[in-house]
């Protein structure tokens, strides 16, 4: 089965400065690692025919990672300054909806090519599990472990860790759910998931959590979260 992945590297990253003044974020390193490197390595590992990179802010830093990974496209978000991560996905709906899709957040690092590398029988999120309150999005499930809600906030659940799979079917529906819904002026500030929670709670989608640990997909959203796993990894 063909497989691709869209990587969401679009938007300032705002929360790295003042390091992303001058470097995009998913190219930001991590010991002499661009943090997108470690999610292309993954997506490889796993056989994934296509990598679409979506880009917007300081796209032209992303033309060398194109030209090293013959698998890697730029589609270029023209409207990421002013419309939410929805038009991301919206500019790249004819790929996801042709294939098996991997849908990742591009500033994340992956210690571990072969996190991905697991059999997926049904579409979901990749999530860790948080005890106490997080004001983070996160997966409210049944009592078979099928989503029931994908929003922000929660209390001992599955944390959201930037990386999505919808085997074909359902990356579709995704896919003209946010053709539809991106044309509409109010939902200009809308993020892809909220699209992807109104199709679960409507029964169109039917999507599981595939849990990770913590360390296995990591989230550097700061300069403080860099130094951290920095220090970590030492």
Known sequence: MKEIA????????????????????????????????????ALEKRGVAEIYVVTGYKAEQFDAIAEKHPDVHLIHNAEYATKNNINSVAVVADKMASSACFVCEADLFLPRADVLCRELPLSGYFGKMVDGFSNDWVFETD???????????????????????????DARKIAAAIVEEVTKPENSNLFWDEVVDHLVKSGELDLVVHPVAPDEIVECDTVEDLKKLEAKLK
């Open 143 to 169: 009592i078979n472990g099928h989503i029931t809600h994908v929003g922000k906030g929660g209390t001992d659940t599955y944390n959201m860790v930037g990386i999505s799979y919808f085997h074909q079917a």
């Open 6 to 41: 869209i990587l969401m590297a679009a938007g300032f990253g705002s929360r790295m400065r003042p390091l992303t003044d001058t470097v995009a974020k998913p190219l930001v390193k991590v010991n002499g690692i661009p943090l997108i490197e470690t999610v292309i390595a």
